[in-house]
């Protein structure tokens, strides 16, 4: 079945760096690939969908400088949160829809400290 | 607008209850996708079920049940016979045929006690 790798699983990072974090379509070719952010508890929160080769669209509410979003292949899509600060601190998932439907990464858990 | 709504934020039951998690949505398409996903606490999204809005019939996978009803807009998800391991959140998620909207809903932590 469709497999999407997120990379890595667990980040800590100082405050006021940067971290990228990856989302590869394993055996597919994800058009659309979403972010998703979840605090503790918490549901799933959309936070922007990109289509290769275009722009992100950003949900309300997310800095899209903040939080950049760069799908250059069909494969391949990049969450980088900018100076990063402890209130960024969160579990961040990507998914990707392919011909049959979404398949989601195994996530990444971003501690700023 | 569409809209997910699970209800239940928390439950726990005794192992080998059943349980029943809600799932009510809202959409004004005739065609959609309904979901289950569980998230263990390791996190990731493991998928459970996809149902398209043609197709009512309720499904069994071994211990799973879903109930999918157009009527009362709800697609509810039994455990028969619970387990330990089966303690995690759920989350019922509506996605469309066109567009690339797909929507979770808040999730419910299912804790079952040995």
């Known amino acids: 079945g469709a497999v999407v790798s997120q990379h890595p699983s667990r980040v800590i990072c100082k405050s006021g760096t940067s971290v990228k974090i990856e989302c590869r379509s394993l055996?597919?070719?994800?058009?659309?690939m979403f972010w998703y952010r979840q605090f503790p508890k918490k549901s799933l929160m959309l936070m922007a969908t990109s289509n290769e080769g275009s722009k992100a669209t950003y949900e309300q509410g997310v800095e899209k400088d903040k939080f950049l979003i760069n799908h250059a292949s069909l494969t391949l899509s990049t969450l980088t949160v900018t100076s990063a600060h402890p209130e960024d601190s969160s579990f961040y998932i990507c998914?990707?829809?392919?011909?049959?439907?979404?398949?989601f990464g195994s996530g990444t858990r971003l501690t700023v400290v | 607008a569409q809209k997910v709504t699970q209800a239940q934020t928390e439950i726990s039951v005794v192992e080998k209850e059943d349980v029943t998690l809600d799932c009510v949505y809202e959409t004004r398409d005739t065609t959609y996708y309904l979901f289950w996903y569980k998230q263990p606490p390791s996190g990731e999204l493991v998928f459970l079920i996809r149902?398209?809005?043609?197709?009512?019939q309720n499904e069994i996978s071994g211990r799973y049940s879903w109930n999918f009803q157009k009527s009362t807009s709800s697609f509810n998800f039994t455990i028969t016979a619970s387990q330990v391991v089966d303690s995690a959140v759920y989350f019922c998620a509506l996605s469309f045929l066109t567009g690339n909207q797909f929507y979770f809903g808040t999730g419910t932590s299912l804790t079952v006690i040995p």
């Open positions: 149902r398209n809005s043609f197709d009512e």
């Open positions: 998914g990707g829809r392919g011909l049959y439907g979404y398949t």
């Open positions: 055996d597919f070719q994800a058009t659309t």
